[in-house]
T-cell receptor, first 113, second 112 residues
Framework: QKEVEQDPGPLSVPEGAIVSLNCTYS??????FMWYRQYSRKGPELLMY????GNKEDGRFTAQVDKSSKYISLFIRDSQPSDSATYLC?????????????FGQGTELSVKP | NAGVTQTPKFQVLKTGQSMTLQCAQD?????MYWYRQDPGMGLRLIYY???????DKGEVPNGYNVSRLNKREFSLRLESAAPSQTSVYFC???????????FGDGTRLSIL
């Protein structure tokens, strides 16, 4: 079993739709929970990160962490064609476990005009 | 604010040639990393430097060497390039090991 599981998609939605991206994980010691956006031929861009359970909002993006279920989500409201990219969830192991960054497989999102 | 800057952006090498990939960050981060990204394999850690003066192997270190030149700069060297090292290489940095990382835009390397 992989430490982080993410549905690879691809996911295609019409412009204006609400998008839900999800990851599950197995290591209860993970601390930081991150979402990266990667456009074609670009590096992963850190979109949002949280340290604890709960919600964090930034404009049209909401990140949600449920540590009891080992489940994280990214919601994109009023999706735009410019949101078309691959979205990667990632988690940090604590420093005493090596501090490694573990990525999900990435979900390819396409928002159609 | 540039963040993480990588040079060059593209490079083609012949088998056996050597090359150094450069990375610099302007966020005053302590930790820096080198990854490679291959189709179907995701991002794999090659080497990292938890702090200035230290370097450690990641998942796939064979065929590579690194130098943490100072707090800002971390270079990756291929001593004798092989076709299996054709990949996209990303440098990243974070305040400390175990904290969110910021990535550069990558170096696309082809080895013929």
């Amino acid at each position: 079993q992989k430490e982080v599981e993410q549905d690879p998609g691809p996911l295609s939605v019409p412009e204006g739709a609400i998008v839900s991206l999800n990851c599950t994980y197995s290591n209860s010691a993970f601390q930081y929970f991150m979402w990266y956006r990667q456009y074609s031929r670009k590096g992963p861009e850190l979109l949002m990160y949280t340290y604890s359970s709960g919600n964090k909002e930034d404009g049209r993006f909401t990140a949600q962490v449920d540590k009891s279920s080992k489940y994280i989500s990214l919601f994109i409201r009023d999706s735009q064609p410019s949101d078309s990219a691959t979205y990667l969830c990632a988690m940090c192991a604590p420093y005493n476990q090596g501090g490694k960054l573990i990525f999900g497989q990435g979900t390819e999102l396409s928002v159609k005009p | 604010n540039a963040g993480v800057t990588q040079t060059p952006k593209f490079q083609v090498l012949k088998t056996g040639q050597s090359m150094t990939l450069q990375c610099a960050q302007d966020m005053n981060h302590n930790s820096m990393y080198w990854y490679r990204q291959d189709p179907g394999m995701g991002l794999r850690l090659i080497y990292y430097s938890a702090s200035e003066g230290t370097t450690d192997k990641g998942e796939v270190p064979n065929g590579y060497n690194v130098s943490r030149l100072n707090k800002r700069e971390f270079s990756l060297r291929l001593e004798s390039a092989a076709p299996s090292q054709t990949s996209v290489y990303f440098c990243a940095s974070s305040e400390a090991r175990g904290q969110p990382q910021h990535f550069g835009d990558g170096t696309r390397l082809s080895i013929l």
